[in-house]
């Protein structure tokens, strides 16, 4: 339903602008109306804050690979149309959304126990880095997104594995397979963002690129915010 209900959204964007311009073009919106409509119904699909209650229900509802799929490849297409899109969308929006998934993604990761609610808070937060990002440097939104696909991959493989659906199995699961549990370890602090990681480097690449787009303060904010995923 929010799917359906985002696409229409998309369509009914793109009839507004050729309703008010003659150009049916999805890439190169001029109406600030559609412009608007456009980046909610990107929001929407990819689950942004305000429209992200569906995303950790529907996770936490679904076995473990179909939460793979929904975490990386159902994100793949309208990541496409965000890059696609990029330079129609509104900024002020956009960057305000950012800045609040990440910081709901931070915050209500925290009181969670059940594995894959963690999971899909992080992937809000991560969201919340891929979009801040998309109106200066589409790329590192991209790299951020291969990156987070990876490292989210490789911990819903591990926790399958080790069939961990709740902190409190992975709390003794060492016994048994400690070696991947180290892996799952790393990974966990990768994907949170902890320095030495390749989880840091894209969002070491976007605090530095918003620095040279004078946003400093988002950066900051952002950044002091990924902290609470980290913790």
Request: net charge positive.
């Amino acid at each position: 339903l929010v799917q359906a209900a985002a696409s229409a959204l998309v369509l009914f964007s793109s009839m507004t602008n050729a309703w008010h311009t003659g150009q049916w073009d999805i890439t190169q919106l001029t109406h600030p109306v559609s412009c608007l409509i456009l980046t909610s119904a990107i929001a929407m699909k990819l689950g942004l804050v305000p429209f992200h209650f569906w995303f950790p229900e529907v996770l936490q509802g679904s076995p473990l690979t179909t939460g793979l799929l929904l975490s990386t490849i159902m994100k793949l297409p309208p990541m496409a149309l965000l890059f696609m899109t990029s330079p129609s969308l509104n900024p002020t929006l956009l960057t305000t959304m950012a800045i609040l998934s990440t910081a709901l993604g931070g915050w209500m990761g925290l009181n969670q126990t059940q594995t894959r609610k963690i999971l899909a808070f992080s992937s809000i937060s991560h969201l919340g880095w891929m979009a801040i990002i998309v109106i200066y440097n589409p790329k590192l939104t991209l790299l951020n997104f291969y990156l987070y696909a990876l490292m989210t991959s490789t911990v819903f493989l591990t926790l399958n594995s080790i069939k961990a659906l709740k902190l409190s199995t992975l709390m003794t699961t060492w016994t048994k397979a400690p070696a991947l549990n180290t892996m799952l370890l790393l990974t966990l602090l990768s994907l949170a963002g902890l320095p030495p990681l390749t989880g840091f480097l894209p969002k070491w690449l976007i605090i530095q690129e918003l620095t040279k787009q004078d946003m400093a303060p988002a950066a900051t904010i952002i950044s002091l915010l990924s902290l609470l995923g980290l913790f």
